[in-house]
């Protein structure tokens, strides 16, 4: 399984370990993934998402997750959340 969060598709970055004598060595930075269950209001069904914590941070502030969908660009998206965001789309569209 990939370390890339499925909401913002933040991934490993690389850098360098710098010690006092400045000798450098590679070195992966992680993202901070966590397995969560997050409710869609529109579709009314949870789903099972690996995400990072600034995302989740930001799915909160925006106020859920289909918002955080809505509002964003499906570039940005991987293809199993710009289906779910298909599916939202069209849920609100015929519930009005």
Excluded at 68 to 74: G, T
Aim: one cysteine or more; glycine letters at 6%.
């Amino acid at each position: 399984m990939a370390r890339r969060c499925e909401l913002s598709g933040k991934g490993v970055m690389t850098g360098n370990n710098v010690s006092h004598a400045h000798n450098k060595t590679r070195r992966r930075y992680l993202p901070n993934l966590q397995p969560t269950t997050l409710f869609s209001d529109t579709l009314g069904e949870s789903v099972k998402l690996r995400v990072c914590m600034d995302a989740l941070r930001t799915v909160e502030h925006k106020g859920g997750l289909d918002a955080y969908l809505l509002d964003s660009r499906d570039a940005d998206l991987t293809i199993d959340m710009t289906r779910l965001k298909k599916r939202i789309k069209k849920a609100v569209a015929s519930a009005a």
